[in-house]
């Protein structure tokens, strides 16, 4: 009987290994994740979670029951030191556990700030895992200062919380605009808007030179344009990188990430990836997703690839985002887009509708779930939307759907 051995307990992990046993794989299956807790969702935390408004056990995605009871071995808490291809092994602490089949879930790392310039003080965090966000939580209280480092999603999604907790606020973004990397100018100037509107101070154009400590703890900071800034604590949204180093160390081809073909096998027929951390064919080129339906599709594929099933896997982007009171819903990929279209509605609703020629290839949806959801269904069967009928916010989206 086969043993099948999955490292790193997040969204994806946990996934793969409960698809195989629904599946019907009867073999011994090893789930390992350097974290001390159950595998657990990790939207909420830089949300409900750091607001006080979840438990930790609503974090959890499953109860442990359901891994005792599907005969899943977790060990958690541990981290893998090394994975051996040729002896198919891999090394915990002092033991070594041998598989038939291994698949790297391991996720991506928070980019941290240099030591050289503040990023070991006392008070600086970043948003990843919950050890992060419970040692950030007790700073975040009415009055204190925050600065924000990075305008991306976690960025904004941070400044909301803090906000809303009665936090001082000042966001620098070294771009030109917030959201530069990920979405149009109209998108970056509802959500400028959003945050100003609730007290935020939005820097643009502005990064961060250095971090001012006394006694070890983080007490101001000094920007690229030469403000000097009382801070009490600082949040760093600068992005992740996919975490590839044991991969790397067991000699897998990387490529942006973790290198795997359509099926999630990587350059080793007995090794898959999974998640954020594997970058897989896309169109005519290759892709990596950092988001949780990508996790959980993925990792259930990966699994039937496993056990024999051959399918490809095909990505239908879609993404989402909690500011204030406002719910982001993103569907497709907006690279490559020459022209944005936007539909209004009532108060803070409204989507803009990226093209790519005459082609619909994303939609960025503002409290406007069903103009996400038809823009989503356009997208995934390949289909477009005249422009004209989106512009105009009396008309029924739906028939576009028939079209």
């Not at 502005?206 to 101001?220: A, P, S, T």
């Not at 403000?227 to 990387?254: H, K, N």
Request: charged fraction near 25%; proline fraction near 4%; charge should be negative.
């Amino acid at each position: 009987m086969s043993h099948i051995v999955v490292i790193g307990a997040g969204q994806a992990g946990s996934s793969l290994v409960a698809k195989l046993r629904k599946d019907g794989f009867e073999g011994d299956i090893t789930l390992i994740g350097a974290e001390p807790h159950l595998p657990y969702q990790r939207p909420p935390l830089s949300k409900a979670y750091l607001l006080g408004e979840m438990e930790l056990e609503r974090l959890f995605l499953r109860p442990e029951s359901f891994y005792a009871d599907n005969n899943i071995i977790l060990r958690l808490g541990q981290r893998v030191t090394a994975i051996d291809p040729k002896a198919k092994t891999v090394t915990v602490g002092d033991e070594v556990i041998s598989y038939d089949e291994l698949a790297l879930t391991t996720g991506s790392d928070p980019r941290y700030l240099p030591a050289s310039i503040g990023g070991d003080l006392q008070g600086v965090h970043v948003v990843r895992d919950l050890a992060h966000i419970d040692e950030m939580e007790p700073r975040v209280t009415e009055g204190a200062r925050a600065l924000i480092v990075g305008g991306g999603y976690i960025g904004l999604e941070a400044a909301a919380v803090c906000a809303k907790r009665g936090v001082k606020v000042t966001l620098v973004e070294m771009a030109e605009r917030i959201l530069q990397r990920v979405a149009a100018k109209e998108t970056s100037d509802y959500f400028r808007a959003l945050h100003t509107g609730h007290g935020a101070n939005i820097r643009e154009g502005v990064g961060l030179d250095r971090l001012i400590g006394e006694n070890g703890k983080v007490v101001g900071a000094v920007l690229t344009d030469g403000t000097e800034i009382e801070v009490d604590f600082v949040v760093v949204g600068v992005g992740i990188a996919p975490s590839t180093q044991l991969a790397e160390l067991a000699g897998l081809e990387l490529d942006n990430g973790i290198k795997t073909d359509a099926h999630g096998r990587t350059s080793d027929p007995s090794i898959w990836a999974a998640g954020d951390c594997a970058s897989f064919p896309h169109g005519a080129g290759r892709i990596r997703l950092e988001s949780v339906p990508n996790a959980i599709d993925q990792g259930e594929i990966v699994a039937q690839n496993m056990l024999g099933a051959a399918k490809d896997y095909t990505a239908t982007p879609w993404f989402w985002s909690d500011q204030y009171d406002v719910k982001l819903q993103i569907a497709g990929l907006n690279t490559g887009y020459d022209q944005v279209v936007t539909r209004q509605g009532e108060g803070q609703t409204v989507s803009f509708w990226y093209y790519k020629g005459d082609q619909l290839i994303a939609v960025d949806a503002m409290n406007d779930p069903r103009a996400y959801m038809v823009g989503k269904r356009l997208i995934d069967s390949g289909k477009t939307a005249d422009p004209a009928v989106v512009a105009d916010p009396a008309a029924d989206l739906k028939p576009l759907l028939k079209a």
